[in-house]
């Protein structure tokens, strides 16, 4: 389980051990915050409410708007990371199925926004929960305050991602199920949290509007102008399974890019991410042809196994290519240009799985 990158965002959907890849939703870049002061001797006057200023009622717009992406994005990905465990290989791993945040999860001015818009506090609190995880089949919900695992008190405050990390990451390592206890309605709840199996890639979005995805062997990041321009659930999983198959592939270190795509999904992922990176697709070379068609091929079985319609898949990759085509900087076909093989690819895939599916055949590449 990895509960905290090096921003400080916090997942408890890993759970093998603390220094596994984390699988959940981030958002934005995170920097330790100060402890609160001690509260100030109660007087007698009624103190004004903070006056929100136009910074802060734009972080809390900003925040409202990427944490619906976000929770969207997870949503999709839960039935891709969970149903495909296998096809993940050896990057499968034992997950809880929820993140947990608190409002030392945000900087500057979106702790106020964490507090305004989310309720955050100091205490951790589920964020979002994995469909088709065990979390989820147990009724965890999100909103519930983490309040101890297996009888062991969780931390709160501004470290409490980390200290979590050290307390959860060899319970679940060891377990099958854990006993968490949360706060929900004012009274804690016992539930039995069963581990489940699942491909173990972090899923950001990336606070961008150019159209594009990346994958660098350990995460996969959709841009914000990818998520509005896939438009269906369908669609955002045919972009989330490639690149989800060009991990499962090892194509980023194939191709040696690992480390200028980490770079990019570190940057976008900030709350103010620095979009001059991106001039000229950053440094980020072509796909050949062949490792972009081995992607095309297992993202589809991913698809297909996940429960989304295969059917679309060309038509979607077709018309990203013409609305964006290579000469569109920054954009997924510049990464991508290898449009007419890979929809050969598709088609004889698509084809393929219709017949093992009418044939009730297992749907394995």
Not at 245 to 273: E, M, W
Request: include cysteine; hydrophobic fraction near 45%; proline fraction near 5%.
């Amino acid at each position: 389980m990895n509960m905290t990158n090096k921003f400080g965002t916090f997942s408890l959907a890993l759970a093998a051990a603390a220094a596994a890849a984390l699988t959940g939703c981030s958002t934005f870049q995170s920097q330790p915050a100060a402890p609160e002061p001690a509260p100030a001797v109660v007087s007698s006057v009624t103190e004004a409410p903070p006056v929100v200023t136009a910074r802060m009622a734009a972080a809390r717009q900003q925040l409202s708007q990427m944490v619906a992406l976000q929770d969207r994005l997870y949503r999709v990905a839960g039935p891709l990371l969970i149903n495909n465990a296998d096809l993940c290989r050896n990057q499968a791993r034992n997950l809880l199925g929820f993140t947990a945040k608190n409002k030392y999860s945000y900087s500057g001015e979106f702790v106020d926004a964490a507090q305004a818009v989310l309720n955050y506090g100091d205490r951790l609190e589920v964020a979002s929960v994995l469909a088709g995880s065990g979390a989820a089949r147990v009724g965890l919900r999100k909103g519930d305050v983490l309040v101890a695992a297996d009888g062991k008190l969780l931390p709160v405050g501004a470290n409490a991602e980390t200290e979590a990390a050290a307390v959860l990451g060899p319970l679940v390592a060891a377990n099958r199920v854990l006993n968490l206890t949360v706060s929900r309605g004012g009274s804690n709840q016992q539930l039995r949290v069963p581990v489940t199996r699942a491909c173990a890639f972090k899923i950001d979005i990336g606070n961008a509007d150019n159209i594009n995805a990346y994958s660098d062997g350990q995460r996969v990041m959709i841009t914000r102008g990818m998520v509005n321009f896939a438009q269906s659930d369908d669609a955002i999983a045919y972009v989330l399974a490639k690149d989800i198959a060009h991990n499962v592939l090892g194509h980023a270190a194939t191709t040696k890019q690992a480390y200028t795509v980490g770079s990019i999904i570190d940057n976008l992922v900030a709350v103010r991410p620095d979009l001059s990176m991106l001039i000229g697709t950053a440094g980020v070379k072509p796909m050949p042809q062949e490792l972009d068609g081995a992607a095309d091929n297992l993202s589809l079985y991913m698809v297909a196994r996940a429960g989304y319609s295969v059917e679309g898949a060309r038509a979607f990759w077709q018309r990203l290519a013409t609305q964006y085509p290579a000469s569109v900087l920054n954009g997924y076909t510049a990464n991508h240009p290898a449009v007419a093989y890979r929809l050969g690819v598709i088609d004889k895939t698509v084809s393929a799985i219709r017949s093992k599916q009418s044939s009730k055949q297992p749907l394995v590449p």
